[in-house]
């Protein structure tokens, strides 16, 4: 199974009336996506249910989706439809390793810069902030790599407007991600230095098919995909910051390996 992470905002109210029922109905159907002693499991499941679907933890989340969307996998708009009648809008997804694990390594460095950790549901004003610090420090390091990786006089007029309107009223949120990019910042220049001589390499043996690269090359060749995918993760960062803007309420990140 691919790995991948879904943001769902969540509706209590409509959860509270029709995935209760459907919990209820199908009772025999959904202990077949329930771990060991499924009668119990259930039980504990339409209780949370009926008071908040945010109380779910992420393997009960996940068993639910799971069973809900099953009949209906092949058919990405039905799988959606089923989500959002029994409270859960699937508004967004990444599909691929690389640029999940460059979404979560970014939450980790804004998990530890302001000394908290995020259980899978966020408030929207907590999931929020996040963005905005990963628009920021994605940005960082897009903006660095335009200059001293790519050398390219053009500039990304998206993200500079961006950073331009969200940073003055998020300035400790920019101070964060600049602190952050900063302490990675020889690093990130010694990787450019050896990747560049891994392009002079690849120029000068552009027609010898036999040609290996040295050794001293492995650890950089290792890092550029990972720097790439955080630099491109501004992309989804802006995404998601537009489509939870203005919502008020609750997300679940849901990563299915």
């Keep these: 199974m691919a790995e991948e992470l879904y943001f769902i905002k969540t509706n209590p109210i409509v959860a ?7 919990l209820c109905r199908e009772e025999e159907t959904v202990m077949n996506f329930l771990n060991d002693d499924k009668k119990t499991s259930l039980e504990i499941i339409k209780n949370k249910v009926k008071d908040s679907i945010n109380m779910l933890s992420q393997d009960e989340f996940f068993n639910i989706v799971k069973w809900i969307t099953d009949p209906c996998k092949e058919d990405y708009n039905e799988v959606e439809t089923q989500l959002f009648i029994n ?3 699937l508004f967004y997804e990444i599909p691929s390793k690389t640029p999940v694990r ?5 939450l980790s460095d804004y998990e530890c810069l302001i000394e908290k950790d995020f259980s899978i549901l966020m408030s929207s004003d907590d999931f929020n902030n996040f963005l905005i610090f990963g628009i ?3 940005g960082l390091l897009s903006t660095f790599l335009d200059q001293y990786y790519y050398e390219s006089p053009d500039t990304n007029d998206d993200l500079l407007l961006l950073t331009k309107i969200l940073k003055p009223a998020h300035e400790r949120l920019f101070e ?3 602190t952050e990019f900063d302490s990675t910042l020889q690093t990130l220049e010694e990787d450019i230095i050896g990747l560049k ?3 002079a390499f690849n120029r000068e043996n552009l027609h010898e098919s036999s040609a290996t690269y040295p050794s001293e090359f492995k ?4 890092n550029e995909k990972e720097i790439l ?5 501004y992309n989804y960062f802006m995404e998601l910051y537009e489509h939870t803007k203005f919502y008020k309420g609750s997300i679940i990140r849901l990563h299915s390996y």
Aim: aromatic share 16%; proline share 3%; net charge positive.
């Design 136 to 138: 920021f420090s994605s």
């Design 87 to 89: 409270g859960m809008d």
């Design 102 to 106: 460059s979404f979560h390594s970014i």
């Design 219 to 222: 650890p950089f060749l290792q």
């Design 176 to 178: 964060l991600a600049q």
């Design 197 to 199: 001589k891994v392009v």
């Design 16 to 22: 509270k009336i029709n995935l209760y029922n459907k």
């Design 229 to 233: 995918s955080k630099a491109f993760s």
